[in-house]
Structures are given as C-alpha cells and as structure tokens.
C-alpha cells in the first residue's frame, strides 16, 4: 500500500517518495491482472462486464501515474506503455458506453411522453425496451426504436472489438508489460527517495488552470440557454465548446489518481467527488445529445420520429447545461472551503 | 385623479374611498375614448398598434376595476359590462401576440443556428425574415418558412377579425357604454364613502393564495426538468401544468390594478413588474411552444423541418421553465422584504 501521512494537510507531514508511487504501480498492476483471470473465467454478463470495468479501472490508473510522475520513471519505457494503455481503456470502454447512452435516451424519452420507467421496468441490456416503447407515444417510440436500433448495433460490435482485442496480439504485449509491473517497476534512478508532491501538485495545477479558462459565470446563471446554442447549426460538430469541460474532466481524473498514490485511495474527497460526477454528467448528455442529432440525419425517418429527436436533443443538451450548473456549484464550494 | 394618500404603507393614512373608484373608471374609459379616435383617424401601421394596445390598456384595467370592486358598483351593470369588455380585449390582443410569437420564435431559431440576429436586423412585421432565413441551416430556415407562414395566416386573420369587430354592433355598444362610464359611473348606494381597501387587499389575498398551490419549491431549483415532461405526451394539450401560472399571472395584474386605483399609477413596485414580465414570459413561452409543436404536426413536412421544430419546442419549454424559476427568485425578494 501507498504511504500514508498522518495528516495530507499537515506541510510537516513525510514526504511521499518514489517508493510509494512504485508500491501504487505494482498494486494496480495485481489489480489488472486479477480482473483479465476474472475475465478469461468467464462467467455471466455482469461478471465479464465488471472484470471488463476492473481492467479500464487499474489501465487508467497506471496510465495517470506515468503520465503525472513521468520524471520518476524510465522515459522511454513509460512513453511507450502509456499509449497502448489508453489504447486498451478506451477500446474497452466503448460497449458499456453505448449501453449507458441508450438507457440514458430512452429514459428521457419516457420522461418527455410523461411516462415514468418504474426501476423495475428500466430498460436493461436485455430485451425490456421493447415492451417499455409500448407505453410512449408514436414518434417518441419510433425514435426509441431508431435508438435502440442504432445503438444497439454499435454495442454489438464494441463486444466484437472487445473480444478481438482481449485475444489480440497487441494486448497481450500490455498484458505482458503489466505482468513484468507487478513485480518490478522501471523508476529513473534516484526516484526512489524523490518527493512526489510536487509533481502531484503540478497535476492539480493543470487542473486549477484549466477550470480558469471555463464560462464558470456564465454557466453559473440557471437558465443560461448557452449549451442549445448551435444546436441547430449546419456545422456537423456544432458543440466545441463543450472541448473544454472534456479536457478538466480528464485532468480532474489525473487529480484524483495522483491523490490515490499520496493518501491511498481510501481518502476521498466528496466535493471532488461531486464535481467529477457532474463532468461525467456533462460527457454522457454531450454524447447523447450527438446521438440524437444522428440518428436525426437516419435517411427516410418519419416526421414524428424526427420532431421526437430534436426534443430528445434539446433536452440532453439542457442536461449538458445543468451538469455545468452543478459542476460551477461543487468547484465552487471546493475553492472557498480549501484554506 | 386617485387620491393618493402621503405613504401607502402607513395604515392611519386616509382611507381610499368608492369617490377615488368613480376617478380611476372615468379616466380610463377617457383614455379608451381617446384611443378610439386616434384609431379611427388612421395613420401608420406603428399608430394604429399603438391605439389598439392603448384601447386594450383601458379595457383590462375597467374590467379588472369591475371585478375587485364589484360589491361598491351596480351590480347588474358590472355583470353585463365585464364580459364585453374581456371579449374585447382578447379579440384585440390576437394580432400583436401572433406577431410577437412568430418573432420569438424566429429569434429563437437563430439562436439556436448560431447565428445571432443583430437589433437592426431583427425580423420585424414586414419581410425582412425572409432574408434572415437565408443565413440558417436547412431545417431551421424550413421550420422558419412554416412558421412564418402559419404564424403570418393566423395574425392576418386576426387583423380582419380586429377590424370587423371595431366597425361591428357590438364593439359599438361597449363603446357607447365606455362613453357614458366617462361622464357617469354607477356606484352602488352608499359606496361614495366606503373604503375601498379591504376589496383590494381580498384581491391580493387570491394572489397570495394561488401562488401558495404552485409548485414554487421545484421551480426554485435549477435545471429541474419539469417544463418538458409530457413534451413528447400523445395528449394534444399536453401541458396543463402550465395553467396555474397563467392564473397567477392573471390574478397578479388585478392585483397590480387595484394598486393602481388606491396609489395612482406612478406608485409602480418594481418587485411587482418583474413578477408579471416573468409571468408574461411564462405565457409567451408556453404559447410558443405549443405553436411549434403544432408546426410539426403539419403534413408532409421534411424530417429536417420537423428535427427543429422539435428542438424548438424543448427551447421554448425550458423557457418556460426559466421564467418559473425567475419569477420564483421575484416572488421570494418579495415576499421576504415586505414585513
């Protein structure tokens, strides 16, 4: 385990060194390598998809920590590593994103036909949406059933990527390289006694920076009708501006895990917490809100189904507003509440 | 004039008595009158509308008078006179609300197109929207065109329906009526010296109570999602949700007249009148809303067309939704600085 100072705030407090980034590493490395025997077991569905989520969880985590404490390790052997790691979290993340869009978007469309999904009857992976699309009106169940349909496909070859993948050759190298982690991590020399909160601080840096450049006034003011704006722009990426909020939920991401090397991960910050859910939210509507919009541009869709989407659209994109709402609200509870 | 006491907030000054009553009718069915021959003696487009808002501003104030006060004026007369006077003011509001909505809507497309309209290019009553839909995406300048030519038919209709009401029998008789209000207002016996105070507080006492039923907790918080539900319900008339705001709206302008007769019109509470434009926006967005969900009903109209307008509805009810959540903030300012 990670060292852990009897108090983080206290400047007083030991450092923390490369040895414990390198106890961090080899943690993480056991970690993925528990969840790809999981995995290689098999078992059912939900067991192969949390085996699927343990391995982005511990991928992205050795990913963070050779990004944030490059200095401290072996340059060119971090360079080369962390893109097959990205590579490998990001391929394996695409089927359980496309199902929670779909699930996202059909519970907005029974929210707008004013017909509640009780939790029992929430669409699952299954085949429950059809019976739930019974219940709305004509068009929002045509664009459920367009959705569904488009997504569903989508899923279904994010599953043959994902097997592909897991039984590809170039896995295997990362799987190798985190095997050899999990006993030896390749630290620069020296970096087994360097401090590493300065390079943990320079993350959180980044992170203040980039949360400088956001609209936080703007986005700070309910009702600010920014998100729609382009909405309904000829451009076919009409939504730039939701680039930046991307990129700090990203190093807010970094922020944590360098968090999780100095205090171990059982030293949760609730407000930070908050603030990357509200960025998940953000994510998850902006891509919902494309996926609407495409499905929109489906060749010879009736009227109905079309008017039905744009709403699903306008709706998501509000949600894209809200989640900057919360987030403007959870960062700034964070900065008046830290010293 | 009104009598106006030195400072209404002061309960020992001098009650406002039937006398002050009979001052406020006849100087509001003067200013009808007035408005009536600057309509009849023609002029510009610009003039007649402003004669028409002016006559509709005497009719809502004699018939609101007639309601809060019923109990001080002759019954039978009150009773046969009000009703006249609501179908005229409705009849005569049509015309400048198709316009206000076709507007509305067109800016709120470009809006959403990111093209920003600039004031000078504004779409105005005359052709000018044409040219502006040039500079939108597809769907957007279609949803504009059918709009535009909806909204367009119905304002011309009721325009014919203005001026036939204006040159038929009826509208002579409330104008006879109006004119004999000028000179001779029929009190009730006794009503004279009776103080007209308790019937405008029990008018402010039916705003206060119908805005205690509305759901002001939800409203106040943001990005609440209420306004859209049942957007996509297979009801036709979908949003009965909105109706005790417009209610409120309505009570609060009987409320905002009965002031008028104690104080005199330039004791304006500015608390008050953002109340009532957050109300009227309320209103404004409901109606265009519902004027573009019924856009996309047309036949034969094109997915693209039918993808705006249903992004267009979701804008204009989250517009509602904003105006709730505004006039919740005014209403609360109020409610806490009265003592």
Redesign the interface.
């Known amino acids: 385990m990670a060292q852990r100072p009897p108090d983080p705030a206290d400047p007083a407090a030991g450092a923390v060194t490369g040895d414990a980034l390198a106890d961090h590493l080899r943690a993480q490395a056991t970690e993925f390598l528990r969840a790809l025997r999981l995995h290689r077991e098999g078992g059912t569905g939900a067991e192969s998809d949390d085996a699927i989520r343990a391995l982005r969880r511990s991928a992205r985590r050795i990913s963070g920590s050779l990004h944030t404490f490059r200095p401290l390790l072996d340059a060119g052997w971090a360079e080369s590593v962390r893109p097959e790691l990205a590579w490998l979290s990001g391929t394996l993340a695409l089927e359980q994103a496309y199902a929670a869009r779909l699930e996202r978007l059909l519970l907005a ?1 029974h ?4 017909t509640p999904v009780l939790p029992a009857q929430a669409p699952g992976p299954a085949g429950s949406a059809a019976t739930e699309r019974g219940r ?5 169940a045509k664009a459920g059933a367009l959705l569904e349909r488009q997504l569903t496909l989508a899923r279904t070859r994010a599953h043959s990527a994902t097997l592909q993948t897991l039984g590809g050759s170039r896995f295997h190298a990362v799987a190798d390289t985190v095997a050899l982690l999990a006993s030896q991590v390749p630290l620069a020399p020296a970096a087994a006694g360097t401090d590493l909160r300065p390079l943990a601080a320079a993350a959180e840096e980044r992170l203040a920076t980039a949360v400088t450049a956001l609209p936080l006034v703007r986005a700070g003011h ?2 600010n ?1 920014e998100a ?8 076919p990426s ?1 939504h730039p501006q939701d680039a930046p909020w991307h990129q700090v939920r990203l190093l807010l991401r970094l922020h944590r895990y360098a968090r999780e090397v100095l205090h171990g991960d059982d030293v949760t910050d609730v407000r930070l917490t908050a603030a990357g859910q509200a960025l998940d939210r953000h994510r998850d509507a902006s891509e919902a809100a494309a996926a609407a919009a495409r499905a ?1 541009r489906t060749p010879r ?15 998501q994109r ?2 894209v ?2 989640a900057r ?1 919360a987030f403007q609200r959870s960062w700034r509870k964070q900065t008046v509440g830290t010293p």
Request: no cysteine; aromatic share 6%; glycine share 10%.
């Open positions: 469309l929210r707008l036909s004013g709305l009106a004509l068009g929002a309910p009702y009708a729609l704006v382009h909405g309904l722009s000829p451009d009409p929109a869709i009736a009227p109905a189904t079309a008017y039905a989407l744009g709403v699903l659209h306008a709706d509000h949600e507003e809200a709402y």
